[in-house]
């Protein structure tokens, strides 16, 4: 039987930092300096959940918002949009396909993101925003009633969305 579920999610978190834009000991020029302080952290999102025959997939998108009492220059904004899809290939076989892209403003990723993600992204301190993509797959096979062997592949790029970002690869 075929089924399909819209989510609505949701996730806040208050907290305190000691270093809230994650600055070195030492800050080169142009680099805030260490200060603490209290933040706020706000994620709505949606999901929709889909099983038919063999497989169960969703697709999710979360907004999040990181704000920094007294502290605006490092408020962030993040959107997150995930796939994910289990999908039974035999008795003895699965396979899990997955991909993700966030679009991220800095500091987003490096100070405090939800406890729901399970994506990191870096980002350089400054004012441009940032892309970052992942795909990943895994296979998982029975070999024997005792034996599983699983393979597993995960690939991710960054990419700062202006040019006046310093670039890594």
């Known amino acids: 039987q075929d089924v399909a579920e819209l989510q ?15 600055s070195p000991d030492t800050p080169a020029p142009g680099v805030p300096a260490k ?35 007294g502290q605006s220059s490092a408020n962030t ?18 396979m899990v396909l997955g991909a993700s ?10 100070t405090v993101v939800p406890a729901s993600a399970n994506q990191l992204s870096a980002a350089a ?3 441009d925003a940032f892309l970052t993509t992942m795909l990943d797959e895994s296979l998982s096979v029975d070999a024997t009633p005792r ?8 690939v991710g790029f960054g990419v700062p969305l202006a040019t006046e970002a310093p670039r890594t690869l």
């Open 8 to 22: 609505a999610l949701g996730e806040a978190a208050i907290g305190w930092s000691d270093n809230l834009q994650s």
């Open 35 to 69: 200060t603490a302080g209290a933040f706020l952290v706000l994620s709505p999102g949606v999901a929709l959940s889909a099983r038919s025959g063999a497989s169960i997939q969703r697709l999710g998108y979360t907004y999040s918002a990181s704000l920094y009492f």
């Open 77 to 94: 904004s993040t959107h997150r949009l995930e796939y994910r899809g289990l999908f039974e290939l035999s008795r003895r076989a699965s």
């Open 101 to 110: 892209g966030t679009q991220s403003r800095p500091y987003a990723a490096s």
């Open 125 to 127: 301190p400054g004012r």
């Open 147 to 154: 034996t599983r062997v699983w393979q597993g592949t995960r």
